[in-house]
């Protein structure tokens, strides 16, 4: 079993649309980190929500953390070509040293 | 600023093979990480070091996988001898300090096919 599960595995929307992708876990944790990752490319930190229930905007991408800062959320408002990749939810476990443990990823498809 | 380098960014070998990956990350980063993506999954951290010593390796197949880090800035990982499992991408990261919370930046991979 996974430390983060991710949901859905796979995701292929029009341009134009919202989606949602969801992090879950049984555990507790201090923050949460999102990235993104291009093909061929490493992943990008988007942003790390550290309270229960925090909301934080980037542009069109809305990150929520639960709140009881075991699962959050990332939501993609009017979903454009240049949001396709793979998107990962990461945690840093307190006094390991800032080892990540990422989820399996989202895979997302937006078609022009 | 210049980001994480690696190379090369692409290896084919065949099984039994040896095979070694290089990193350079970015400039004042005292903490570099390596991890594996297997396809469809994401990154593994194999190992961590802090500066010239080793703080976690305990993901790492030591039976042939080895990483050093000498001189504290680049470092190298290598397999010997490679398995087809190990057909993945090794992505390396750097961040200031192991700090909680620190970001890292990653590097663009290494992608590694084993035949």
């Known amino acids: 079993t996974q430390l983060l599960e991710q949901s859905p595995q796979f995701l292929s929307i029009q341009e134009g649309e919202n989606l949602t992708v969801y992090c879950n876990s049984s555990s507790v944790f201090s923050s949460l980190q999102w990235y993104r990752q291009e093909p061929g490319e490493g992943p990008v930190l988007l942003v790390t929500v550290v309270t229960g229930g925090e909301v934080k905007k980037l542009k069109r991408l809305t990150f929520q953390f639960g709140d009881a800062r075991k699962d959050s959320s990332l939501h993609i408002t009017a979903a454009q070509p240049g949001d396709t990749g793979l998107y990962l939810c990461?945690?840093?476990?307190?006094?390991?040293?800032?080892?990540?443990?990422f989820g399996g990823g989202t895979r997302v498809l937006v078609k022009p | 600023e210049a980001g994480v380098a690696q190379s090369p960014r692409y290896k084919i070998i065949e099984k039994r093979q040896s095979v070694a990956f290089w990193c350079n990350p970015i400039s004042g980063h005292a903490t570099l990480y390596w991890y594996q993506q297997i396809l469809g999954q994401g990154p593994k951290l194999l190992i961590q070091?802090?500066?010239?010593?080793?703080?976690?390796d305990s993901q790492l197949p030591k039976d042939r996988f080895s990483a050093e880090r000498l001189k504290g800035v680049d470092s190298t990982l290598k397999i010997q001898p490679a398995k087809l499992e190990d057909s993945a991408v090794y992505l390396c990261?750097?961040?200031?300090?192991?700090?909680?919370?620190?970001?890292?930046?990653f590097g663009p991979g290494t992608r590694l096919l084993v035949l």
């Open positions: 990261a750097s961040s200031l300090s192991w700090a909680d919370q620190e970001t890292q930046y």
């Open positions: 070091f802090q500066n010239n010593g080793v703080v976690d």
């Open positions: 990461a945690v840093s476990i307190k006094a390991a040293g800032n080892k990540l443990t």
